[in-house]
C-alpha cells in the first residue's frame, strides 16, 4: 500500500483556509483518539476524494514572529507545507487580488519543486469573476483554480487537480506484500532513528528500494535477515531547520501516523539519555490507537552509567509514563557500539506472530470458563453477569467477541481480568488485544 499522501494548504489570513477546511469536514476522521497524554490539536484532517483517502493538514495556526507579519507568517507555512507535504494547495483571495507576499511565497514554492495547486477562493460567481482569475497566472505558479469555498463550489476541481499528482496506485500484488514484514521506526528527532536503520543496513545485504509515493525522506529500506524480509519504514529526515523546529514537532506527528498506518509493527524508539517524555508517550500512542505491535526501543544505552538496577529503574519509568501499553515488549540498544540490535529481529519476529496469531474457539472457551470459575462476574442490583462465549474474529490486531447476557454488567476491570487471563494463556506479547462485547439472549 502507497504512503498516505499529505496536502497542506498554505494562503494569507482571512482568504478563506478554515472555510475551506469546514467544507471538507464532513469526512472528518479523529486519529488520536483515547489515550492520555496525545494531543488533540485537529490541525490536520483525512479527507477523501474519489476513493482515495489523503491528509489535510492546516499551516495556518501559527504565530507570526517577526514585524512583517503576514509575509513571515506565510514564509513559516509554506516551509512546513514545502517539509511535510506531498501537494500544496495555495490558496488566493479574489477580492484582494495578487499581493507581495502572494508573489514571494509563490516563489519559494516554485524553487520547491513541490506540487502546487493555484487556488482562487471566494469566486462566488465565476460568470461575472472570470477575468479577474486570470491575474493569478502572473504568479508563475499553473492555472488557476477557481472556488468558492463558502457556497462549496469548485471544491470537487481543486480536489481533482490535487489528486493528479498523487502517484498512481502500483499494481502490488497482496502475497508479495505478504511475507514482508512492515516495520516503522518512530520517535522524537535525534533519538537514533537513522542510526538504527543504518547500523541494520550495515549487518546485512539490502535492497533500498524508492517504493512509489515516497518522498525523499521517507524511504523505504527492504532488509532480508535470516531468509526473512523486512521492509522498514523510516520518518527521520525532518531536522534540518532549526528555526521552525518547534513548529515542525506537531506536523512531524502528521509523517508518524502515516507511517505506523502501514506498518506491522512499530519500533518507538526513546533516547536512554533523555529519560521518556510526554512527547514520546504522544509518538507510542499513535501505535497504540492504530492497534500496531510495539516494541520500545531504549537506545543510547551506551551513554548511561549503569548499575544492577538501571535497566529495572529505566523500565519502571517507561511502564509508568506508558501506561496505556503495558503489553509493548523493551529493549535496550545502543546503534552506536550495534549492542543487542541483533535482537531486534528476534524481538520483530516474536510480536508479529503475536500481532498476527489466531487462538482455536475451543481452546480460547476452556480459558474463558476457568477464568470465570476463578473470579465470579460482576453483579449490579441483583442482576448477575453472565459470560456465554468468546470468540476470535480477526487479526492484527487479535480481537475477540464476547457475548454476555446484559453489555452494561460488563464492567471494564472484568474485562482487563479476561484479557489478563488470554495473555496469560497464550502470550501475545507485544502485541494490543481488542475485546468487543456483544449481547445473545
Ligand atoms: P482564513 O483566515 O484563511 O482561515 O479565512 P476564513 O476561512 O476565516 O475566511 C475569512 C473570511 O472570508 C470569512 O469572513 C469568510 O466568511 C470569508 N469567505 C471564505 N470563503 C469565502 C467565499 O468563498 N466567498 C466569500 N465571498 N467569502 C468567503
Ligand atoms: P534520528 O533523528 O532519530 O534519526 O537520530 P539520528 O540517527 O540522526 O541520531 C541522532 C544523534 O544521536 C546522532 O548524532 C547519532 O550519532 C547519535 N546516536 C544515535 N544512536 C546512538 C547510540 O546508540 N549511542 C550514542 N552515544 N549516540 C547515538
Known amino acids: 500500500m502507497a504512503r498516505k499522501q499529505i496536502v497542506a ?51 495556518g495556526g501559527i504565530e507570526p514572529d517577526s514585524k512583517d507579519v503576514i509575509l513571515a507568517q506565510m514564509r513559516q507555512q509554506a516551509e512546513i507545507a514545502i517539509e511535510t507535504a506531498d501537494v500544496i494547495i495555495f490558496l488566493c483571495d479574489l477580492k484582494q487580488g495578487v499581493t507581495d507576499a502572494d508573489a514571494q511565497v509563490a516563489d519559494m514554492l516554485r524553487r520547491s519543486g513541490k506540487p502546487v495547486v493555484l487556488t482562487v477562493n471566494k469566486v462566488d460567481s465565476y460568470k461575472r469573476d472570470s477575468l479577474d482569475v486570470y491575474e493569478f497566472y502572473n504568479l508563475g505558479i499553473g492555472d488557476p483554480v477557481p472556488i ?137 500512542g499513535i501505535a497504540h490507537d492504530n492497534g500496531k505491535a510495539v516494541i520500545i526501543a531504549v537506545n543510547k544505552w551506551d551513554l548511561i552509567e549503569k548499575d544492577n538496577h538501571s535497566v529495572n529503574d529505566f523500565t519502571k519509568k517507561v511502564r509508568q509514563t506508558l501506561s496505556f501499553m503495558p503489553y509493548a515488549e523493551i529493549l535496550f540498544i545502543s546503534a552506536q557500539t550495534g549492542q543487542r540490535l541483533i535482537k531486534l529481529y528476534d524481538m520483530i519476529d516474536a510480536v508479529y506472530q503475536n500481532h498476527s496469531m489466531r487462538v482455536a474457539t475451543g481452546v480460547l472457551n476452556e480459558i474463558l470458563m476457568q477464568a470465570l470459575v476463578m473470579q465470579q462476574p460482576p453483579s449490579d442490583k441483583g442482576r448477575v453477569l453472565k459470560v456465554f462465549y468468546m470468540t476470535q474474529v480477526a487479526v492484527k490486531p487479535p480481537t475477540f467477541v464476547i457475548f454476555v447476557n446484559e453489555k452494561k454488567l460488563m464492567h471494564f476491570s472484568y474485562t482487563r481480568y479476561i484479557e489478563n487471563q488470554v495473555r496469560a494463556a497464550f502470550g501475545f506479547a507485544g502485541t494490543p488485544l481488542k475485546f468487543i462485547i456483544r449481547e445473545r439472549k
Open 9 to 59: 494548504v498554505v494562503g494569507r489570513p482571512n482568504v478563506g483556509k478554515s472555510t475551506l477546511f469546514n467544507a471538507l469536514a464532513g469526512k472528518r476522521i479523529s486519529i488520536v483518539e483515547d489515550t492520555p497524554g496525545v494531543t488533540r490539536d485537529r490541525i490536520y484532517q483525512d479527507v477523501e476524494w474519489l476513493g482515495r483517502v489523503f491528509t489535510l493538514i492546516d499551516t
Open 148 to 284: 468558492s469555498a463558502a457556497n462549496q463550489q469548485g471544491i470537487g476541481d481543486m480536489l481533482e487537480e490535487v489528486v493528479k499528482h498523487f502517484p498512481q496506485e502500483k499494481e502490488t500484488s497482496e502475497e508479495e506484500d505478504d511475507d514482508n514484514i512492515k516495520v516503522a521506526i518512530i520517535g522524537k528527532p535525534n533519538v537514533g532513528k537513522s542510526s538504527i536503520i543504518n547500523k541494520l543496513i550495515g549487518e546485512n545485504r539490502l535492497i533500498v528500494s524508492d517504493v512509489a509515493g515516497t518522498t525523499r525522506d521517507a524511504i523505504d529500506t527492504e532488509i532480508t535477515h535470516n531468509g526473512q524480509k523486512y521492509t522498514f519504514i523510516d520518518t527521520a529526515g525532518i531536522r534540518r531547520h532549526n528555526k521552525i523546529k518547534e513548529h515542525l514537532e506537531q506536523y512531524m506527528l502528521v509523517r508518524t501516523v502515516s507511517a505506523v498506518e502501514r506498518a506491522d509493527v512499530c519500533v518507538v524508539v526513546i533516547n536512554a539519555d533523555e529519560g521518556v517524555t510526554e512527547q514520546d508517550a504522544k509518538i507510542a
